[in-house]
């Protein structure tokens, strides 16, 4: 708003908000595409299409955003890309009998 203060917030909707829990959001420096997490944190050995936890991206599409595409997967978090777009930073998280035991920064290279 004009006087500095911010809107009230309005859910994305569908087809970035799904059932499932999503969250830790990055968007791009240039407003284009829309990184975060998919998990399902009620029934966390649940998997959703096939991993525990992805990290997904979605490209703006006029006002809206495309179906997300699945970048990183399985326990993964915390996406943050470089600005010139080619680094990926996020955490790894290690489970040992249903427990976490270690997290890890990683970062992949765009190919």
């Keep these: 708003k004009v006087d500095g203060k911010w809107s ?4 994305l909707g569908r087809p ?8 830790q ?5 240039d ?4 990184y975060f997490l998919r998990m399902n944190f009620a029934n966390a050995g649940k998997k959703i299409d ?4 992805a990290i997904r991206k979605c ?10 595409t699945v970048v990183v997967t399985d326990f993964v978090g ?13 955490v790894h ?9 270690d997290a890890e920064i990683m970062v992949a290279e765009r190919k």
Excluded at 31 to 34: A, C, H, R, T, Y
Excluded at 50 to 53: F, I, L, N, P, Q
């Design 59 to 68: 490209d703006r599409v006029g006002d809206g955003w495309s179906e997300p």
């Design 8 to 11: 009230d917030p309005v859910n």
């Design 78 to 90: 915390e996406p943050s890309l470089t600005a010139d777009g080619r680094y990926l930073y996020f």
């Design 16 to 23: 970035v908000n799904s059932p499932y829990d999503d969250l």
């Design 31 to 34: 407003g284009k595409s829309l």
């Design 93 to 101: 998280v290690t489970f040992s009998g249903g427990r976490p035991v």
């Design 25 to 29: 959001p990055f968007v791009t420096q």
């Design 50 to 53: 096939g991993y525990h936890a």
